[in-house]
């Protein structure tokens, strides 16, 4: 196992290494969640069903799971190309929307969003696994101001792509975001470049870990109780999540009405609110350890998924969709903590995001298939129903859950300010 080294007295540009780390995630999410935007067009251009629409979605998040396991895995093995995976994810990232753009039927559209989610999907077992590193002291918060990141790009991704869709195609969008994002991985990979704490580390994990070994500490960590109900709990309140993050705009479209930028303002405030909640939930969770404030965000998922069943449409609608948003991914980033808790004194910091990424892909993946399906037989209401029950499921296996250990400083570190 590669141990970080003492990192030289921090220097300017490695503070803003950290942050245009944390940064750059909201580009990530801008593609992933525009696209649930673009969905309902693409459902009108090419006469999808609600099950070949969930298909779509199905692919994309399968393959995005799976990438990120191995990926996850490859990265702990190869500490030292960390810094590079973060330039290519983004990179292939928006090559595979250029070829959803390009794509002329279903089945081609089929194999570029699968190309797309992998590639995306790389991003997180790398840029977790480093800022982990770097302050596992505040794991709680750094983790989740990087997944605040990505409710940034989650809030301007729907609505520049709902702004967007009143004057130009859904392809012209797909195929003109390329430049801009080579760009911006460009800038990222420079910045990192000159930021001497970020190229120690990149230094100090170049001897490569035998794949023996680290599948041995794996299997450790997988006997505890501890990370196989946060598995479950992550994979059965991801199911919800996934559903009404995809069916959210369909939703709207089929029962409302409702246009591209009403659309994409709602499926915005699903994750504005989040920009700000989440930090102070994973800093809360720095405070009072873990378990408890999971279990008390999934269950207020359930809660207001209940309202928002109740209530369907309206301006009391729009409001609850606000509030789920200021907890929606808010579990996300406080069971990666956890879960980084746990193999802390392992090294498998990539390992466990890819796993928690991969496992989320065994749950979530089938979920669009299996709501469009649902959808199909019973109609729209049922969406709402069926986040609430599956948080309640969630909330259920998470309270049986052990006391997570707090935060250890079991290897050295980097310390640096975000």
């Keep these: 196992m590669s141990t970080t080294a003492d990192a030289p007295s921090q220097a300017p540009e490695d503070r803003i290494a950290a942050r245009t780390v944390i940064a750059s995630h909201s580009l990530q999410h801008v593609y992933g969640q525009g696209f649930y935007v673009i969905l309902p067009e693409l459902y009108v251009a090419l006469g999808l069903s609600p099950i070949t629409a969930g298909a779509i979605e199905t692919v994309r998040r399968v393959a995005s799971g799976l990438a990120s396991m191995v ?11 960390r810094i590079a995976a973060l330039f290519w994810s983004l990179a292939a990232m928006a090559v595979g929307y250029v070829l959803v753009g390009l794509s002329q039927t279903y089945g081609t559209i089929l194999v570029a969003v699968l190309f797309a989610g992998a590639a995306g999907s790389i991003w997180h077992p790398a840029a977790i696994g480093l800022l982990s590193r770097t302050m596992p002291e505040r794991r709680g918060f750094i983790v989740t101001l990087h997944r605040a990141s990505g409710s940034v790009g989650d809030v301007v991704g729907p609505v520049a792509v709902g702004l967007l869709l009143v004057v130009v195609g859904w392809r012209a969008i797909l195929i003109g975001a390329l430049p801009l994002t080579l760009l911006a991985a460009a800038g990222l990979a420079w910045t990192l470049r000159r930021a001497p704490a970020w190229v120690a580390l990149r230094k100090a994990g170049t001897s490569p870990r035998g794949s023996r070994d680290q599948a041995r500490a794996i299997g450790r960590l997988l006997r505890s109780r501890a990370l196989v109900l946060l598995l479950i709990v992550a994979g059965v309140s991801g199911i919800g ?17 409702m246009g591209s930028v009403g659309i994409g303002i709602h499926v915005a405030m699903l994750t504005g609110v989040g920009i700000v909640t989440g930090p102070l939930l994973g800093r809360l969770s720095d405070s009072l350890g873990r378990k408890p404030v999971i279990v008390g965000v999934i269950a207020a998922k359930a809660v207001l998924a209940v309202l928002m069943a109740i209530t369907g449409s309206g301006l009391a609608f ?6 789920i948003g200021s907890v929606l991914f808010a579990t996300n980033g406080l069971i990666q903590a956890a879960a980084l808790d746990l193999a802390d004194s392992e090294g498998l910091e990539g390992s466990m995001i890819g796993l928690l990424w991969g496992s989320n892909a065994l749950f979530v993946g089938a979920a669009p298939l299996l709501m469009g399906a649902l959808i199909a037989a019973f109609g729209y209401g049922l969406l709402f129903w069926w986040v609430a029950v599956l948080n309640l499921v969630a909330v259920t296996i998470a309270a049986a859950m052990p006391t997570i250990p707090r935060p250890g400083l079991h290897r050295t570190q980097v310390t640096q300010s975000p």
């Design 71 to 81: 990926g996850g895995f490859l990265l702990d093995r190869f500490e030292h190309r």
């Design 318 to 323: 729009s409001v609850l969709v606000a509030l």
């Design 241 to 257: 999540q996934g559903g009404m993050m995809m069916w959210m705009g369909l939703y709207l479209r089929e029962t409302q009405g």
